[in-house]
């Protein structure tokens, strides 16, 4: 079971650059639901590393989306 924290990151076709989405649906949320600090700080750190990641193509998101679907394609 999970619990849809409303934040997520999106990749802008134009560029490929990731960014944070929803962040104003998250703090929305955090307002509402009892989240606790160390579940919130928790979200948006790990959001931020796994954007800065994606960036930077850095593993695991070094194979870049083209070898993923071209991957997707051969099946």
């Given amino acids: ?10 990749m802008r076709e ?3 650059v990731v960014q ?3 962040v104003d649906e998250f703090a929305a949320a955090v307002t ?10 928790g979200a948006i750190n790990g959001l931020r590393d796994v954007e800065r990641r994606m960036n930077r193509r850095r593993p ?3 194979i870049g989306f083209d070898r993923l679907r071209d991957v997707l394609r051969c099946r």
């Fill in 14 to 16: 134009s560029d490929g």
């Fill in 60 to 62: 695991p998101f070094d």
């Fill in 1 to 10: 079971m999970y619990d849809d924290l409303e934040i997520d990151l999106a």
């Fill in 32 to 41: 509402t639901v009892p989240y606790t600090a160390d579940l919130v700080e």
């Fill in 20 to 22: 944070m989405v929803d």
